[in-house]
């Protein structure tokens, strides 16, 4: 456990008065996979998720395979517009944890939290900057435990940069209707032991028509579609298996003039989102 990590992560809950952090998800995969967590991790497993598992594990109290969907900018400000769209995510997931992001408030710096369990002090990244992170993440950790990982996302985006040079099967995309093609085969051919999927649509059109235009809600619409049709191929394919899929935003966004929204502030529009995370037992 990292202290200076700990510490910054923290500092964020405590301004926002949450108990979730963003840098809670690598620590909470590894404990459900009995995996150790990466060195510079200041995050904390949480206790509701690891306990539902250890119920419904396996014979040695592992869950066997995750999928991580990331939707980009789907944060608590997008679920207290469309709350309906929201309420489908919770009602596969059962688990709902309202976390507080990192700063800067974009999503190099807040994937790397994510992906890592370190604070942006730690793993280097402060500011948009696609450049490789070096330390300890949680595709390091599960290379290192024999495990099989893949990440899918469009070309360049963030987490299709900042991950690279681990032993991970990198899918990189033209676009997410492909990604998301890519991550229901994988699926499918149950090769890996955990997949991460990204969506960037919705904070791309946020971006160029703010975020609660007809366009941007439209894309939001299909990262939830996405995310149901990726449940239903996970209870299909991966039924023999203890499962996890989570749902995992980086950051919100805020509405700057009539038609652009934007992130990177220390503000709740920005800093909110909600970590949502589905268990089952295997089926025999
Ligand atoms: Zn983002």
Redesign the pocket.
Known sequence: MNQISRDELRSYMQQYNVDYSIGDLTPTICALHGVPEPADCGGTPIAEVVDQAQHLADGEGNIRRTLIYCP??CGDIQRQKFPELFSRVEKLAGMRFLSSAVMAS??PV??ATIFSGASPEVHGTQRYDKRRIEIPTLFDVFADAGKSVAIVAVNNC?IDTIFRKRKVDYYSTRDDAIAHRITRRLIAQDEYDVIVSYYTSY?HLSHHFGGYSKIAEAALTTAVEYFEELVADVDRYWKQYPRAVVWTP??GNHVIGEEHSA?GKNIPEDMLVNHCYRLRAAEL
Do not use: G, P
């Open positions: 980009d900018a974009v999503t807040c994937y963030s904070d980086d950051h992130h």
